[in-house]
């Protein structure tokens, strides 16, 4: 009988999308003529959401012209279009991530989510002109450089920060602290949007976002409590009036773009682990194959927290004979809790440095595909 392995990595953030990694490793596994090689990227919404939300439903990509996290030029965003599902799947990593901020502009205090509110914007007008017809956006939340609370997305939205005077202010994390009062006229949206989110921590509180997450963000150790203090003096001017719901129950993924949508529109969210057993079609592959090959770029103690390949494991640690985790890096705490079917595979212990690892990874997946090929079962 014909035995079956299941190639589904996550992205290898700032190095490839899970499309480009899943089908490298499909070349290089070629050789195993007697395996049926079935290929299913996956995305917890961050980096390469849109390629696997492409090979998996189909569609076209569109582009819109939006402005940059961190200044008024414009750029060319792309969107799937998904016509037969009457769909549009948006990236947020593609206007916001740190794929598209040059580093040395990554100072979250300075960076807005207005890109997101322009495009949503865009959208709607396309369908209220009847361009398009859309029942559902997906906006896959993850990757991102903004840490704004989606102050900036609502900015464009119908939002309004004022100070003292009553003067409008730049709708920027830095001015947070300037405001006195907080002016929302919703746009109405004819369509639902629904939030795909890659981690649980909250907005606030205890194992927050923004603790979490600042410092790959750009962050220092200063600027995360400005931020945490920024927040607490809108949510409390929200509370005042009688818009904002408990801070531990408001997202603190993509530097709280979601938190926006709970307490503006009160939009409820998606969780990856849903969107990648559901959607994407997971869970019905756990009793129809003998391997799993998953992996990310980096695995942490983060990646067990609604991230895409502890999601896996979790899911065919019991069904498969055994799972092969192809990482750049796998944290040594992580790696001695990993069930024992689990086989580690980093990467950059072919290489002298992370830069090389990152700069080779095709050599790096085909030397992990030898070890894969070493020890299945033939």
């Not at 492409?54 to 969107?79: H, L, M, W």
């Not at 950059?348 to 997946?365: A, C, H, L, P, Q």
């Amino acid at each position: 009988m014909e035995k079956r392995i299941l190639i589904a990595p996550n992205s290898f953030k700032e190095c490839a999308d899970s499309v480009t990694i899943a089908e490298l490793i499909r070349e290089n596994l070629s050789q195993l003529t007697y395996y049926d090689l079935i290929v299913k990227p996956i995305s917890d919404g961050g980096d390469g959401f849109l390629n696997v939300c492409k090979q998996n439903f189909g569609g076209e990509i569109r582009f819109y012209s939006i402005s940059t996290a961190y200044d008024e030029n414009k750029f060319s965003c792309p969107v799937l279009y998904c016509q037969s599902r009457n769909e549009i799947y948006i990236e947020s990593a593609e206007i916001l991530g740190l794929k598209v901020v040059p580093i040395q502009l990554r100072n979250p205090l300075e960076l807005s989510s207005k890109g997101l509110g322009e495009l949503l914007l865009r959208i709607n007008e396309e369908v209220s002109n009847e361009a398009i017809k859309i029942d559902r956006v997906y906006v896959g939340i993850g990757g991102t450089a903004t840490i704004d609370m989606g102050i900036g997305m609502m900015s464009k939205l119908g939002l309004k920060l004022l100070d003292q005077g009553t003067n409008e202010l730049n709708v920027l994390p830095k001015n947070y602290f300037k405001v006195a009062d907080i002016i929302f006229v919703p746009i109405q949206f004819s369509f639902e949007i629904i939030p795909v989110i890659d981690v649980n921590n909250p907005l606030l509180g205890e194992y927050n976002g923004i603790e979490t997450y600042g410092l790959q963000k750009g962050a220092n150790e200063n600027s995360i409590i400005l931020l945490m203090n920024y927040f607490n003096h809108l949510i409390n001017l929200l509370e005042n009036k009688k818009l904002s719901i408990s801070s531990q129950s408001l997202s603190g993924a993509g530097g709280g773009i979601p938190a926006s949508l709970q307490i503006f529109y009160n939009t409820p969210l998606y969780s990856s682990q849903d969107f990648i057993l559901q959607d994407i079609g997971l869970k019905s592959l756990t009793d129809e194959v003998d391997y799993l090959i998953t992996g990310e770029g980096s695995f942490n103690h983060q990646s067990n927290s609604g991230k895409g390949a502890g999601i896996l494991i979790d899911l065919f640690k019991s069904s498969v004979k055994k799972i092969f985790l192809v990482c750049g890096y796998i944290d040594s705490s992580v790696k001695s809790k990993l069930p024992d079917n689990v086989i580690p595979i980093e990467l950059n212990k072919y290489f002298n440095s992370e830069t090389e690892s990152i700069m080779k990874y095709k050599d790096g997946i085909r030397r992990a595909c030898d070890e894969i090929i070493n020890q299945v079962d033939f």
